[in-house]
């Protein structure tokens, strides 16, 4: 069982940064590959980045690609997502997910998460 608490987020002006953090429990963190995903009001919740299991690979989606790096800290059982140039549009709640992986790779696709964080609010102001 991994418990996952996402923090850091909050309201920012559009140009402004962020950085979301989410600590995980247990002592297995670095078998999983993590990722973050965001739900927006009224759409369906969608891939934003993904990191393998020694942060070795990292995947973004195109939407946050050159604005927002994923990473972790294995030490810290801790995995960010560093917002910059934030946008209105990236405006959701943001959710990081665990997914107990064998290889060294990561996932986008939100089925293969095995554990989820309860969420952190970002909210982006014109």
């Known amino acids: 069982q991994v418990q996952l608490v996402e923090s850091g987020g909050g309201l920012v002006q559009a140009g402004g940064s962020l950085r979301l953090s989410c600590a995980a429990s247990?002592?297995?963190?670095?078998?999983?590959?993590m990722g973050w995903f965001r739900q927006a009001p009224g759409k369906e919740r969608e891939f934003v980045a993904a990191?393998?299991?020694?942060?070795?690979?990292?995947y973004h989606a195109d939407s946050v690609k050159g604005r927002f790096t994923i990473s972790r800290d294995n030490a810290k059982n801790t995995v960010y997502l560093q917002m910059n140039s934030l946008k209105p549009d990236d405006t959701a709640v943001y959710y990081c997910?665990?997914?107990?992986?064998?290889?060294?790779?990561?996932?986008?696709?939100?089925?293969?998460?095995?554990?989820w964080g309860q969420g952190t609010q970002v909210t982006v102001s014109s």
């Open positions: 990191i393998s299991r020694s942060g070795g690979r990292t």
């Open positions: 247990g002592r297995t963190f670095s078998t999983y590959a």
């Open positions: 997910a665990a997914d107990y992986r064998t290889f060294d790779s990561a996932s986008g696709e939100e089925y293969e998460y095995d554990y």
